[in-house]
């Protein structure tokens, strides 16, 4: 297999943090007007508190940085404490100097979701395309919140959240009723249109769709199987992340 993957293998979370971090460094600091990507969920948190650190330090310049979020759920109100617009504020953009009028984000409040979509897709198209996209991993597989499906999807899209996913989430709500039941998210085009591509995952519950990923087949069932096609895809694991995949690669 002619494996178009870089795969970095850390020891723990602080590596991991530093490594992802410094990655993201190495973009701004090779285009300071990078369209990055950005994702959330628990693997970002910690990689957003070292480049809030590295910004503080003077090593890193969001000044000229445009960012667009990979989803929102729907509906949610922007001021709830769970929605993607208070994650991106508390975890990363109310601590560095990004101009927010450069920041974007799905509205989970759109009266008319489609309409969004439609209108989020064109901001993305107007920026250039994403230069660096950030990814977290579903533990079904899903990369945003393309769930597994018959097929890849396209553009920015309106979804219904797999009953996995809304398990998964409901860590973050007060009960699992309260988790939004759909989404709006980048489709697999738009990701895979992107430049370049940092994979994220941690934690031994991420060991088996980490293989499947990486090592699978390509398909819709497992949608971040299709990033095995993208020219150039970086994947950051932690040990127990990376469990399932040692035996397969050479470069650990």
Known sequence: M?????????????????TCAEKIKEQIAKNPQSVLGLATGGTPVGVYKELVSMHKAGAVDFGGIKTFNLDEYYPIEKGNSQSYYTYMGENLFDHVN?????????????????????????????AGGIDYQILGIGSNGHIGFNEPD????????????????????????????????????????????????????????????IKEALFGN????????????????????????AAEIKSSISNV
Not at 173 to 190: L, N, R
Not at 218 to 241: F, G, M, N, R, Y
Request: charged share 30%.
């Open 98 to 126: 990004i101009n927010k009028a450069n920041t974007n984000i799905p509205s989970g409040e759109a009266k008319d979701p489609q309409a969004e979509c439609d209108a989020y897709e064109e901001k993305i198209t107007k």
């Open 150 to 209: 018959d097929f890849f999807p396209d553009r920015t899209h309106f979804v219904d959240l797999n009953q996995k996913t809304i398990e998964d989430n409901a860590r973050y709500f007060d009960s699992i009723d309260d988790v939004p039941k759909k989404a709006i998210t980048m489709g697999i085009k738009t990701i895979m249109g992107a430049k370049k591509i940092l994979l994220m995952a941690t934690g031994a519950g991420k060991a088996g769709i």
């Open 218 to 241: 390509i398909t819709p069932k497992v949608p971040a199987s299709i990033l095995q096609l993208h020219s150039d895809v970086t994947v950051v694991l932690d040990e127990a992340a």
């Open 2 to 18: 002619n494996y178009k993957l870089t795969i970095k293998i850390v020891k723990d979370a602080a590596e991991f943090n530093k």
